[in-house]
């Protein structure tokens, strides 16, 4: 059974930078079938899609955050991170990893559960 | 950017009846809409892809139509279950890009 678990921390000052850590079990992240990516979702409000990556590590960013994010892959340990740079409370919400079935980085199917990142002083 | 706007925000429905959730985008997506359904603490659950296919393991009572600009969910017969925010999201296939629309939240009447 497929399970992705978000890691990291869950308070990150302003400016600083939030950094997340997905972690695959179940299925290999090295698949040439799917594309993993990040989602958010800041409280009480909708869906953002942040960006996707491919185990070549090819990239693929909302750009309208494409200038502060930062998607890697390590497939030695299964697992795909992001970065978030010069954070505001803007960025606080709800960060989701996410599995993209074929073909590319469409639809979701799998979602880890969620993890609350507060951007705070 | 292709924008998603969702409506209504919120639908009062009575369980059994049908529901009816709409979705538009700002220029054509072709049939790249999915639906998901978001529960009070969860993450999303993909209900439709490709605009009309049902995801594995999705009940009947649920359907997804259109193509292009204009795309609609249906709840055939809303159970207890079936109460919570509905969202679609169009994906381009080349370069990838996703975007979610606001959401639809289907509430008891």
């Known amino acids: 059974q497929l399970q992705l678990q978000e890691s990291g921390p869950g308070l990150v000052k302003p400016s600083e930078t939030l950094s997340l850590t997905c972690t695959v079990t179940?299925?290999?992240?090295?698949?040439?079938?799917?594309?993993w990516g990040w989602i958010r979702q800041p409280p009480g409000k909708g869906l953002e899609w942040i960006g996707t990556i491919y185990y070549t590590g090819s990239t693929y960013y909302n750009p309208s955050l494409k200038s502060r994010v930062s998607i890697s892959v390590d497939t030695s340990k299964n697992q795909f991170s992001l970065k978030l740079s010069s954070v505001t409370a803007a960025d606080t919400a709800v960060y989701y990893c996410a599995r993209h079935p074929p073909p590319g980085a469409t639809r979701v199917d799998y979602w880890g559960q969620g993890t609350l990142v507060t951007v705070s002083s | 950017e292709i924008v998603m706007t969702q409506s209504p925000a919120t639908l009062s429905v009575s369980p059994g009846e049908r529901a009816t959730l709409s979705c538009r985008a700002s220029?054509?997506?072709?049939?790249?809409l999915a639906w998901y359904q978001q529960k009070p603490g969860q993450a999303p659950r993909l209900l439709i892809y490709?605009?009309?296919t049902r995801a594995t393991g999705i009940p009947a009572r649920f359907s997804g139509s259109g193509s292009g600009t204009e795309f609609t969910l249906t709840i055939s017969s809303l159970q207890s279950e079936d109460f919570a925010v509905y969202y679609c999201?169009?994906?381009?296939?080349?370069?990838?890009?996703?975007?979610f629309g606001g959401g639809t939240k289907v509430e008891i009447k």
């Open positions: 220029q054509s997506v072709s049939s790249n």
């Open positions: 490709g605009a009309s």
């Open positions: 999201q169009q994906y381009n296939i080349w370069p990838p890009e996703l975007t």
């Open positions: 179940g299925d290999s992240i090295s698949s040439d079938t799917f594309y």
